[in-house]
């Protein structure tokens, strides 16, 4: 199989390096206008790199692309993908440009459309729905995610990639990567209450801490805080309920659950092997950006239904534009 990875940020460059471990007989090759990146790609990964998709395609065919460029530029790179029948897989996009558009000319030109949404795919995640399914009671939570906006990437000024664009800000990816799990695990949110303000001396238009209140459509209820300000990187998740309580610390051996008979806590482990890098905060598993992987492949190969789409991402983001109105 031939892919081309659109984008060889540090997005891009995860994915070529789980596409590899995956299957290395895969042929894999690079997109984007910056040399340096470019360079950089071909050195570290042995793949081939060109300026733009076109260039590629006079010289070999490609089967699938993987979009990891700014969420602001997938629209148009989507529906070129799919004008030039590649199954696409896409990043978060955080606005729903031309979302019906393309998820018509996917399915009339017969190519997967996969929208990443990582959670879903996080081990912690599906131990704390099994266990939500398993509880036979209402439950509340609390969930404090933040992180300081210059931290999330040391290596550039957050004024220029997208978080620092209003309509993709912040806040706004957060809640998109965020609200997919929590509905998931907890049904469609049928009522938010909000309070928001900018509270930093951050140089940025939008604001950077939100409180919400969520009613779920079964009853659950949540309390959300969203920010850019806090110093320390924070996932502070907190369940509560007559039969279950449970705190998560947003790592991979961070679940803890309280064993009501015995009166103590009890921590769980769900990965054999944890695949994580360096360079960032152990909130980031590399086992479950792997899984998205396998399960685009599968929906490619095997026509099995993956566990998010446009369809679902469309209803997060109009609840995320209604947040932030």
């Given at each position: 199989?031939n892919?081309?990875?659109?984008?060889?940020?540090?997005?891009?460059?995860?994915?070529?390096?789980?596409?590899?471990?995956?299957?290395?007989?895969?042929?894999?090759?690079?997109?984007?206008f910056?040399?340096?990146?470019?360079?950089?790609?071909?050195?570290?990964?042995?793949?081939?790199?060109?300026?733009?998709?076109?260039?590629?395609?006079?010289?070999?065919?490609?089967?699938?692309?993987?979009?990891?460029?700014?969420?602001l530029?997938?629209?148009?790179?989507?529906?070129?993908?799919?004008?030039?029948?590649?199954?696409?897989?896409?990043?978060?996009?955080?606005?729903?440009?031309?979302?019906?558009?393309?998820?018509?000319?996917?399915?009339?030109?017969?190519?997967?459309l996969?929208?990443?949404?990582?959670?879903l795919?996080?081990?912690?995640v599906?131990?704390?729905?099994?266990?939500?399914?398993?509880?036979?009671c209402?439950?509340?939570?609390?969930?404090?995610?933040?992180q300081?906006?210059?931290d999330?990437h040391?290596?550039?000024?957050?004024?220029?990639?997208?978080?620092?664009?209003?309509?993709?800000?912040?806040?706004?990816?957060?809640?998109?990567?965020?609200?997919?799990?929590?509905?998931?695990?907890?049904?469609?949110?049928?009522?938010?209450?909000?309070?928001?303000?900018?509270?930093?001396?951050?140089?940025?238009?939008?604001?950077?801490?939100?409180?919400?209140?969520?009613?779920?459509?079964?009853g659950?209820?949540?309390?959300?805080?969203?920010?850019?300000?806090?110093?320390?990187?924070?996932?502070?998740?907190?369940?509560?309920?007559?039969?279950?309580?449970?705190?998560?610390?947003?790592s991979?051996?961070?679940?803890?659950?309280?064993?009501?008979?015995?009166?103590?806590?009890?921590?769980?482990?769900?990965?054999?092997?944890?695949?994580?890098?360096?360079?960032?905060?152990?909130?980031?598993?590399?086992?479950?950006?792997?899984?998205?992987?396998?399960?685009?492949?599968?929906?490619?190969?095997?026509?099995?239904?993956?566990?998010y789409?446009?369809s679902?991402?469309?209803?997060?983001?109009?609840?995320?534009?209604?947040?932030?109105?």
């Amino acid at each position: 199989m031939n892919i081309v990875v659109i984008g060889l940020g540090s997005m891009g460059k995860r994915r070529i390096r789980l596409i590899q471990k995956y299957n290395d007989q895969y042929k894999i090759f690079g997109i984007d206008f910056s040399e340096e990146r470019r360079k950089a790609s071909e050195e570290e990964y042995g793949i081939e790199t060109y300026t733009n998709v076109d260039e590629l395609l006079l010289k070999t065919p490609v089967d699938c692309a993987f979009i990891c460029t700014s969420p602001l530029s997938h629209s148009g790179i989507i529906s070129s993908c799919l004008e030039k029948n590649l199954h696409v897989f896409t990043e978060l996009n955080l606005v729903t440009d031309e979302y019906d558009e393309n998820t018509l000319l996917a399915l009339e030109n017969n190519k997967i459309l996969f929208l990443s949404s990582t959670f879903l795919y996080r081990q912690e995640v599906k131990r704390i729905k099994q266990l939500v399914t398993e509880s036979d009671c209402l439950l509340n939570y609390t969930y404090h995610i933040g992180q300081y906006l210059p931290d999330w990437h040391p290596w550039e000024n957050y004024k220029d990639y997208f978080v620092g664009d209003k309509r993709s800000n912040g806040c706004r990816e957060i809640f998109a990567i965020e609200l997919p799990w929590l509905t998931d695990v907890f049904g469609a949110i049928s009522k938010v209450n909000v309070m928001k303000s900018k509270i930093s001396s951050l140089d940025i238009d939008y604001n950077d801490n939100y409180m919400v209140m969520v009613d779920h459509v079964n009853g659950h209820k949540g309390m959300l805080a969203v920010d850019v300000v806090s110093r320390k990187a924070v996932r502070n998740f907190e369940l509560f309920g007559e039969e279950l309580f449970l705190q998560w610390d947003g790592s991979a051996e961070g679940i803890r659950v309280y064993d009501i008979e015995r009166k103590e806590e009890k921590r769980i482990q769900l990965y054999e092997t944890v695949d994580q890098l360096e360079q960032y905060s152990k909130f980031v598993v590399e086992n479950a950006y792997f899984e998205e992987i396998v399960s685009f492949f599968a929906a490619i190969e095997k026509g099995e239904e993956p566990l998010y789409n446009f369809s679902k991402d469309k209803v997060i983001l109009n609840l995320i534009d209604e947040i932030e109105a």
